[in-house]
Nanobody, 118 residues
Framework: QVQLVESGGGLVQAGGSLRLSCAAS????????MGWFRQAPGKEREFVAS????????YYPDSVKGRFAISRDNAKNTVYLQMNSLKPEDTAVYYC???????????WGQGTQVTVSS
């Protein structure tokens, strides 16, 4: 059974940094695309970052490009999201996701809260 467990969320001041981790278990993830999404109160879940199985290709929306960086360690089945220059509008629950059964993301973690104070 595939499990994704996020950690590293918390409260940080604007301009600060956080590093989120997502530990995957119950499957083989070295050939799986993985990503991060977030959801703020009253808003739809939005894409934050993705990384291909090798780590060679990463993608970001304009809202976080240049501030966030996704990476992975396949030996540890772990994906990371380094978040720098955080803004209050980055406040949200951040979810890790994996495309295990095909090209679509089909497994999700429980989420970790990130709160950025102004």
């Amino acid at each position: 059974q595939v499990q994704l467990v996020e950690s590293g969320g918390g409260l940080v001041q604007a301009g600060g940094s956080l590093r989120l981790s997502c530990a995957a278990s119950g499957g083989t993830f070295s050939s799986t695309a993985m990503g991060w999404f977030r959801q703020a109160p009253g808003k739809e879940r939005e894409f934050v970052a993705s990384i291909c199985w090798s780590g060679r290709n990463t993608y970001y929306p304009d809202s976080v490009k240049g501030r966030f960086a996704i990476s992975r360690d396949n030996a540890k089945n772990t994906v990371y999201l380094q978040m720098n220059s955080l803004k209050p509008e980055d406040t949200a629950v951040y979810y890790c996701t994996a495309a295990v059964g095909g090209p679509a993301y089909d497994h999700w973690g429980q989420g970790t809260q990130v709160t950025v104070s102004s």
